[in-house]
């Protein structure tokens, strides 16, 4: 027997903002919603190959680089044409000691979160 990760859970000022953000970066859907939070996930709903993510209301601050951040590929453009996609969306650049030949971009979501952009597109 094994564990699979069915949900990822994310303190954050705004729920509603980060769900807005993390459906278009993901082609997510709200799955359900109440006063602590907003549950996110694959329209095909809980318990899939993908994990769902909960956006749980707090107001503890953020504090430094997160120990846990998402990879994300692009699914159907280049890394250049999704890295342009994702700043319209509201990310924003983030340092993290990166020296530039990475083939990975950094980045933040509207609450500072880091996250990366990999290269390669996946289907």
Known sequence: MAC????????????E????????????????EDEEGIEIGPREGFGGLQPTIVLGRST???AGKLPLHF???ATDRDQDAEL????????????????GEES?????????????LLRRRVG
Not at 17 to 32: K, M, P, R, T, Y
Not at 104 to 116: A, I, K, R, T
């Open 4 to 15: 699979r990760i069915t949900e990822l859970v994310i303190d954050c000022r705004d729920p």
């Open 71 to 73: 990879d994300v590929n």
């Open 17 to 32: 903002v980060l769900a807005g953000f993390w459906c278009e970066v993901l082609d997510f859907v709200v799955l359900d």
């Open 60 to 62: 503890d601050a953020k």
């Open 84 to 99: 342009e996609r994702l700043l319209a969306l509201g990310a924003r650049h983030a340092d993290v000691g990166q020296t």
């Open 104 to 116: 990975w971009v950094v980045l933040q979501d509207p609450e500072g979160n880091e996250f990366c």
